[in-house]
């Protein structure tokens, strides 16, 4: 692949990756909610804002590390990528979630943007697997999940779309 292919390739996955394209960004769903509701689970529902935002930290970082593979230890679906519901969500709790989900991304980011990494090639320790494959991955899952973090914010009261 010529570099300029290469270029216009990582900077999609980035804008997809952090801003979302066609839906709102894991940013645009945080931004601005209150901390007294981060831990609430609406009626009906298994999981707050919270829960959502740690199971987002937790898969980013599972998948960054797998990409990464020094030593990578597969994690236990669906036990180790859910947080569990329960007391209240402190500012700390939440801030670490939002600091670690953001690192993570910059993180893999780097790894997306640096030109010795075969974008295509798969993974020796996976089964077909690519950095390429995971970054699409990382955009599916988080649109998902972020578009789940707003209807929470909604059924809260707490969501002002503009």
């Known amino acids: 692949m010529n570099s300029d292919n290469r270029k216009f390739i990582v900077e999609e996955l980035t804008r997809l990756i952090e ?6 960004s894991f940013d645009d769903a945080v931004a ?17 804002v919270w829960h959502m935002a740690e199971h987002l930290r937790i898969a980013q970082w599972d998948i960054l590390e797998f990409c990464l593979g020094q030593d990578y230890q597969p994690m236990k679906w669906p036990d180790d990528y859910w947080p569990e519901v329960g007391p209240e969500v402190s500012k700390e709790q939440w ?8 690192k993570d991304r910059q ?11 075969d974008l295509y090639a798969p993974f020796e320790h996976g089964d077909g697997q690519s950095l390429f494959r995971e970054a699409l991955l990382i955009a599916d899952h988080n649109a998902y ?10 059924l809260l009261g707490d969501w002002k779309s503009s």
Do not use: M, Q
Request: proline letters at 4%; aromatic letters at 6%.
């Open 19 to 24: 801003k979302g394209n066609a839906h709102a």
């Open 32 to 48: 601005g909610i209150s901390i007294d509701l981060v831990g609430v689970v609406p009626e009906h529902l298994p999981y707050g």
């Open 95 to 102: 801030e670490a979630t939002l600091s670690g989900f953001r």
């Open 107 to 117: 993180r893999f980011l780097d790894l997306l943007k640096d030109e010795s990494r």
């Open 145 to 154: 999940h972020v578009g789940e973090i707003i209807v929470i914010r909604r």
